[in-house]
């Protein structure tokens, strides 16, 4: 079986389990065109349709439907024997995907994967962020990485350690000229960067103190729905922001924002790498769990 013919039948699963071309293509590493002239090449060679297609959905055929469940299990089989085989390298090679939240990825961007891509030149991290939580193995990853409370209890997980905590934080421009919030209740007094979440829903500001928890459901001028645009805001006086500390660290370090509530906002859920158990895995894998573990332990 030639690589191609790998490639166009890896091509073929991915459609069927992402329900789209576009998505697909993603995943994939190839543009949508390319690939449906893959798909059309591959549909003409085996004189069937696998797909019907319109400009709003891709769904499989009936003819389809019988390809994907024959060539499913035996493109596993491949895989894990191609994958048992570069288990035997010596030097790690290959690419890892990874799926992370946005801000759990710029926690570990520098401090790890960055080194790990030093010492590993042959490697390649495919890293992929978004805000809702995705099953890894039915989208294709090798890993994953969020807080460890939101590891599926299936998973193998890799605790990295480092302290964390959200942030309130504003310039002190802000600050000099609105006052300073002392508990969270003052938060209704002073102007606020609304956050939205994900699945669209407006972001209520958690605090915790002596096991009183509180939500504050804050208002302002401006709601953002990434944690860097919300950072830049803040440094521009438009409000009090909340986003993770390790985000707005450089800042509160060189005097562009100031932390308040900081006795209101206590450490977070450490993250961790996650993954399903895998046997051989290849030499890029391991190297990267290696890596994983020994920056928990250097915390």
Aim: hydrophobic letters at 45%; charged letters at 20%; one cysteine or more.
């Amino acid at each position: 079986m030639t690589r191609s013919v790998l490639t166009d039948l890896d091509a073929v699963l991915s459609i069927a389990r992402r329900g789209s071309f576009r998505a697909a293509a993603l995943e994939l590493g190839m543009s949508t065109t390319a690939l449906s002239n893959a798909i059309a090449k591959l549909e003409k060679n085996l004189g069937i349709r696998l797909f019907n297609r319109t400009t709003r959905s891709v769904s499989l055929t009936d003819a389809g439907t019988t390809f994907v469940e024959r060539i499913g299990p035996a493109m596993t089989d491949i895989h894990d024997a191609m994958l048992a085989a570069q288990s035997l390298q010596e030097i790690p090679i290959g690419t890892l995907r990874i799926n992370a939240f946005a801000t759990a990825a710029r926690e570990v961007m520098e401090p790890l994967i960055l080194p790990f891509l030093q010492r590993y030149p042959q490697v390649h991290i495919d890293l992929v962020t978004e805000g809702r939580l995705v099953d890894i193995v039915a989208a294709g990853f090798d890993l994953g990485l969020r807080p460890v409370d939101l590891v599926p209890h299936d998973m193998i997980a890799v605790p990295l350690g480092r302290k964390r905590s959200n942030a309130v934080v504003a310039s002190p421009d802000f600050l000099r000229t609105h006052g300073t919030p002392i508990v969270p209740a003052d938060l209704y007094r002073f102007r606020c960067i609304r956050a939205r979440l994900p699945n669209n829903a407006l972001f209520r500001w958690k605090f915790e103190k002596d096991g009183n928890a509180v939500q504050i459901d804050v208002q302002g001028a401006i709601t953002l729905d990434e944690s860097s645009l919300v950072r830049i805001a803040a440094q521009n006086s438009v409000g009090l922001g909340y986003v993770m500390e390790a985000d707005v660290r450089e800042d509160i370090a060189a005097g562009r924002l100031v932390r308040v509530l900081e006795d209101w906002t206590p450490s977070l859920e450490p993250l961790a790498l996650y993954y399903p158990g895998r046997k051989n895995p290849p030499a890029a894998f391991s190297a990267f769990i290696q890596a994983s573990r020994n920056f928990s332990h250097s915390r």
